[in-house]
């Protein structure tokens, strides 16, 4: 494994001066980084390289877009995205300024609301599965206790199974991605909404003057940041819907696992590698924004 | 003014009344479920007839289809948590404490790296991760879901632990050096016990995510033996008619934990999340 694992450990300059015994200081830290380098070679670099030669026979992407079921998926993958990560944040922003407000019960509230973050996704998901069921679930049953008509087949029709996948997922990110808001609130100096205030603003304009414009970098990046994450998110579809009905509610995450039980791991990796011209700016972004504001820090 | 407070008090507890049913039906309704009887569980009833702790019972008994492995999965579902937890710790603190502290030459490209691997949609991983597994001839072993998540927990742990070191005062290293301390005694010394909260969180968050992990356990195990209470809870729904009552029990056992975890250390996940997953 080391032939993998040497040549990061070559390029960069030393960032410190020379100073006496350098060379043991710099022995000791090859030897403390090696155990993750290792991590990675293993886990990372050998699987994705691997992974990336299984998919390189161009028929495999062929009949990867000749499979129907890959066609719905990349309009549910788009849509996913798009809407349940746009409302997310729609809802993070509004609740982040609501939890901002100091009072006590209101603090005891974000405790509470925090919870489906705080607990794995499998119970709520499932819990959520079952309140669903159209017979003997508990939003039907109370439709039909309060108008006497049967509920629709929340999880059998397509369209309202991503629907009900985009609010699980929701349900779960939204308490994280309100935090993070809140933090970049909170860094906003009282004495701007005070001199908003005087100069007689509404609290439209004291947001949209003082409040967006604060917070709108954090705002984007947690966006794209989440966009990332979300194409990731094989629990919300897969507990909810496990792609039924008849694998029309996949999504990529859900359909690269579907192929690998298909025992079609050459197809699993042409879905992933299909994503990647999407997916890598979007990584290389976040990382360029981290290491600068890591180098501003240090330095 | 009273009436323009009250009003204001009002518009608050407007938003508040839809966020508490929001985010407490779903886990009101896993409680539920668990004291209910199946017939109960099923008509749909907001609360039931006759509360009852048989399911609890059943599922610590073992005496169910589903369960018949209970404390087993749970024993290897603590196992591969600690373990995570462990390894990502060492790994992680000596991997921050070089690139920090010990300014090994590379330490940008490595923590480049990490910050890759955490930003990759772990799902997307997870497919080479699988077949690579195979190859190594680990599918099946508890290890591999052990050194799966340790891939997974250590960049962002690397990540928080070197933001955590880098505001630590140089003025220590330099007075250790002159001291004559070698690296591994400023590591154990010095380093470590003025690192002790934020380890304490990385530890805590990896535990964490290991135990919650469900794609990367169902994916890498599945004898019946080696899989954590996680997959054991995905195969309760391998039949239409599935004891969902019992489910549920189930469930909430496997939940408390965590959500206790988190809750206890919830002080330092929050601040570490904050600071570490997204800056402004």
Known sequence: MSSIVLPGVQPASPVEPPRKGLTTWQTWGLILIAPYLLVFGVFVLYPVTYGLWLARNPATYLRLFEDPVFFRTVVNTTLFLLIAVNLK????????????????????????????????????????????????????????????LDGPNWLTNPQLAMAMAMLVHIWKALPFWTLILMAGRLAIPKELYEAASVD?????????????????TLYLTSTLLSMIWTLGDFNSVYLLTGGQPADQTH???????????????????????????????????????LSIDDQQKTS | MTSRKLLSEAKLWLVAIPILLWTLIPIYHIFLFSISSKDSAFSGALWPDKPTLRNFSTVFRQENFYLHHF???IWNSLWIALAVGAITLAVATCAAFAISRL?????????NAALFTYFIPAAFL????????????????????????????????????KQASDKLPWELDEAARIDGATPLQLF???????????????????????????????????????????VGLGHFLASDDSPWEILMATALIYALPPAAIYYAFRRYMVGGLTSGAVKS
Do not use: C
């Open chain 1, 89 to 148: 944040f729609l809802l993070a922003l509004y609740l982040s300024g609501f939890f901002i407000h100091e009072k006590r019960w209101i603090r005891w509230l974000s405790v509470i609301f925090i919870i489906p973050w705080a607990v794995p996704a499998i119970p709520t998901i499932f819990s959520i599965r079952f309140m669903l069921n159209p017979e003997w679930g508990l939003v039907n049953s109370l439709i039909f206790r309060l108008t006497a």
């Open chain 1, 200 to 216: 007689g603003a509404s609290g439209w304009q004291k947001f949209k003057y003082v409040t967006w414009p604060s917070i709108r």
């Open chain 1, 251 to 289: 999504v990529l995450a859900t359909l690269g696992i579907r192929y690998i039980r298909l025992d079609q791991v050459d197809q699993a990796m042409a879905t992933i590698v299909v994503a990647l011209p999407f997916v890598l700016p979007m990584v290389y972004f976040m990382m360029k924004r």
């Open chain 2, 71 to 73: 404390w087993n999965q």
């Open chain 2, 103 to 111: 300014k090994v030459r590379g330490g940008r490209t490595v923590m």
């Open chain 2, 126 to 161: 997870a497919v080479p991760m699988y077949k690579a597994m195979g190859a190594y001839g680990l599918l099946n072993s508890r290890w591999s879901l052990v050194l799966a998540m340790v891939t997974l927990a250590s960049p962002y742990a690397i990540w928080v632990l």
């Open chain 2, 188 to 230: 154990r010394l010095v380093y470590l016990p003025l690192m002790t909260p934020s380890l304490v969180a990385i530890g805590t968050y990896a535990v964490l995510l290991a135990w919650n992990e469900y794609l990367y356990a169902f994916l890498l195990l599945s004898h019946e033996n080696t899989i954590p209470l996680a």
